[in-house]
């Protein structure tokens, strides 16, 4: 079993007391625990007594915190604690966050934004937003400026994009919604259709089957009987007339060959970095990773602003390093990602992931 410093108790006990103050029970027990210990100084004794006294009912105080108070974990794979209530929580594979029981308030530090999980529910962190995978979450995130990327979350049936709002999110095993409180959201479906949501609306997924086409009536019958008259027949079609011949000794001139259709210009196969990157969100979410890793080297060899370059890079090696689980390509990707991008926006991740896979540092 790891043993627990007690200086840090000392200064954890001391943060929680001075935000939320200490629970009844806890104060209650804590004063009986000082009561018995004989921590007030009594009228009459020395300074140097009285200094012990106070001493001892620190230490006695910080014992029983210690002792007391409920503990929970500061971070979450990755994710932080910043609150919590009654929390059972653990980490699985290393990636996903399993909240068993009780309530959390967790947060990114590379996104401003806060996650209200209560449990039972499950998560996981992704490059620039979170994957909820079950559970209800509520979710608030500080408003983007106009270059920023919007933090994205990932369900099952499409991703959320999200400049600044307030919303909550509910992932079933068969789908979901997401209801937005303030702000503004854009869903992409998997089939790459985005459907804008407003303050107080409500959208599902997965989206319901379209409706059948209606069957159509039956042909009446006609008038004067009631059985059906037998189909009449139809008149013999008339025959083509027959190629007019040329008076003799007159020449025709033979047809003149029709102009060929103007070519068709190519459409355009360009997409924004934006539109890109909900469309890797969504072959990400159906787990067609070789699909996804090949639209972003492709986007990599077009002319792109460095931040964008930045971006799609530490994209692309994501992919390789968790989803596609390939250390060789891996590897080389970080290793390039290093020279050309320095300690960028990504340092700390692309060290870890280099770490993780053993890779050699660049030269």
Request: with cysteine.
């Amino acid at each position: 079993m790891q043993r627990r410093d007690f200086g840090d108790a000392l200064r954890a006990a001391d943060e929680v007391i001075a935000q939320h103050g200490l629970p009844s029970a806890t104060e209650r027990r804590l004063r009986a625990r000082l009561a018995a210990a004989g921590a007030a100084p009594r009228a009459g004794r020395r300074a140097g007594l009285a200094l012990a006294g106070a001493g001892l009912a620190l230490a006695t105080a910080a014992g029983v915190l210690f002792a007391l108070w409920p503990r929970a974990p500061h971070a979450l794979a990755g994710l932080r604690v910043d609150e919590a209530t009654d929390l059972r929580a653990g980490v699985e594979a290393g990636e996903t966050v399993r909240i068993d029981a009780g309530r959390a308030s967790l947060s990114d530090p590379r996104w401003a934004g806060r996650l209200g999980v209560e449990g039972p529910a499950r998560l996981r962190r992704e490059a620039n937003g979170v994957r909820i995978l079950a559970g209800t979450v509520r979710i608030a995130v500080a408003k983007r400026a106009a270059h920023q990327e919007p933090v994205r979350i990932l369900v099952s049936h499409g991703t959320i994009a999200v400049t600044g709002t307030r919303f909550t999110v509910v992932q079933r095993a068969d789908g979901g919604a997401v209801t937005l409180e303030e702000g503004a959201i854009r869903f992409t479906r998997e089939d790459g259709s985005v459907v804008a949501v407003a303050p107080g609306e409500t959208l599902a997924w997965p989206p319901p089957a379209p409706a059948a086409p209606p069957t159509p009536p039956a042909p009446a019958p006609e008038r004067g009987g009631t059985a059906a008259s037998p189909p009449r027949p139809l008149a013999p079609a008339p025959r083509p007339a027959p190629p007019a011949v040329p008076d003799a000794g007159r020449r025709v001139a033979p047809p003149e060959p029709a102009a060929p259709p103007p070519p068709e210009k190519p459409a355009a196969t360009a997409e924004s970095p934006e539109t890109l990157l909900d469309r890797i969100a969504v072959l990400r979410s159906r787990g067609r990773y070789q699909e996804a890793a090949a639209a972003l080297g492709t986007a990599l060899r077009g002319n792109l602003a460095p931040a964008t370059r930045e971006r799609l890079s530490y994209e692309l090696g994501s992919i390789l390093t968790h989803q596609l689980g390939d250390p060789r390509r891996a590897c080389d990707h970080w290793r390039d990602h290093a020279r050309r991008f320095g300690a960028g926006r990504y340092d700390r991740e692309v060290r870890q992931a280099m770490a993780r896979l053993g890779c050699e540092a660049p030269p």
